[in-house]
């Protein structure tokens, strides 16, 4: 199938502005492809223990880019002007405030098997947190010990479990979940988090995403590793119309996105509830933190991984 690429060109502290400028037009669904943070999982010390280092090729040193795709039809090219003009107004906006990078708009039309098969030059099997393993399809990994090992297969949805916020996400529900926990999973993209919420012993788990290939995604993902029984998809905008009542929230969102949904979130949980954010800058951490606050949550921790952190609250 066609789709239309948009590709953004910015910088590492543009990456958060043009994500916010996207949201302005609708788009919440994008991906950020940070070279940066490829090398830097490659020169991490203990990267040995996890997979082997001669299956990374090199990654190009190439400024950060922020990505959407859209159908290949006159919606999607119409689209794809409006973010051009979404820039122009962000660079007049912030011009001499901040540093955007170069901010381009490149738009392509390709073919959705290609964008798959670039997940795999540089996806391989990777510890995210103490227990889990996170290994893609087409890879071999042998499991030890009391691992958990969930199988990915990104598709075109976002969620590999390398980036420091689906990482982070990780190791809260490690530390959170327990046995028969019901968990929402708000931004669900491939399903990582709602798969390791079930190996983490949760009995129920629903999660939500705006984008159709998204939970079409999750719910393959979900089915590959043996917990559609009890976890399962669906489509929706954040919690907007969803009845269901959990013991844990986890949105792995956008700042934005996480302050938008706090107010709501406490209506699925019970007293003594768990609210796990991320996808969080540290630059707007006490900004998100005081809106948790508001939301009716008593701050837990908050716990940081290089220039992104999660912050976990109570139900008051």
């Not at 859209?70 to 820039?87: F, P, W, Y």
């Not at 010990?145 to 297969?153: A, C, M, P, Q, W």
């Not at 590959?224 to 489509?235: E, M, P, Y």
């Amino acid at each position: 199938m066609k789709y239309i690429e948009v590709k953004i060109t910015t910088s590492e502290t543009g990456i958060e502005p043009v994500s916010a400028a996207l949201m302005g037009i609708g788009i919440n669904d994008v991906e950020i492809d940070d070279p940066e943070e490829i090398l830097g999982m490659i020169a991490a010390p203990a990267a040995t223990e996890w997979y082997d280092e001669t299956q990374i090729p090199e990654v190009e040193r190439k400024a950060p880019s922020v990505k959407v795709y859209m159908d290949a039809d006159d919606a999607g090219r119409a689209k794809a002007e409006e973010i051009r003009g979404a820039m122009e107004r962000l660079r007049e906006n912030l011009a001499g405030l901040m540093d955007l990078g170069p901010l381009t708009v490149e738009t392509s039309v390709n073919d959705d098997a290609e964008w798959k098969d670039r997940w795999k030059e540089y996806f391989v099997p990777t510890r995210v947190s103490e227990r889990i393993v996170v290994k893609p399809t087409w890879r071999e990994y042998q499991r030890t010990g009391d691992e958990l090992v969930i199988e990915i297969d990104p598709g075109m949805a976002f969620g590999t479990g390398t980036h420091e916020t689906t990482s982070l996400s990780l190791r809260m529900l490690e530390k959170y979940v327990t046995p028969a926990s019901r968990v929402l999973d708000v931004g669900t993209g491939s399903g990582i988090l709602a798969i390791a919420a079930v190996l983490l012993g949760a009995e129920d788990v629903l999660g939500i995403d705006i984008d159709e290939d998204a939970v079409r995604v999750a719910n393959e993902n979900l089915a590959l590793n043996g917990t559609a029984d009890k976890a399962r998809a669906i489509r929706g905008d954040l919690t907007a119309g969803v009845d269901y009542k959990a013991d844990i929230v986890v949105a792995n969102l956008l700042a934005d996105l996480v302050m938008r949904l706090s107010p709501d979130a406490g209506r699925h949980l019970e007293k003594g509830g768990i609210y796990i954010t991320s996808g969080i800058l540290t630059s707007k951490k006490a900004q998100v933190a005081e809106v948790v606050k508001q939301s009716g949550f008593d701050i837990l921790e908050v716990l940081e991984d290089g220039e992104w952190c999660s912050i976990v609250g109570r139900k008051l």
